[in-house]
């Protein structure tokens, strides 16, 4: 779905933004031009690549299984 109508960026962008080492949305905006238009985008924008970037908690147990 396209998040930033003003520059075309879509939520698979925003998500592949994240896997390339985008942390926030200053970086995320430099990287797409994300939420640098009329701005109306960049609570979405910031929430996605949150979820995005959102690491699972290391479970040194189930790696030795």
């Known amino acids: 779905m396209y998040v930033c109508v003003c520059h075309g960026v879509t939520d698979r962008q925003i998500r592949e933004a994240a896997k390339q080492g985008c942390a926030s949305l200053a ?11 009329c701005g109306t985008c ?9 979820e995005a970037s959102a690491r699972p908690l290391p479970l040194p147990m189930l790696a030795a299984a």
């Open 42 to 50: 960049a609570s979405l924008a910031t929430e996605i690549l949150a």
């Open 27 to 37: 970086e995320l905006s430099m990287y797409t031009g994300c939420a640098t238009g």
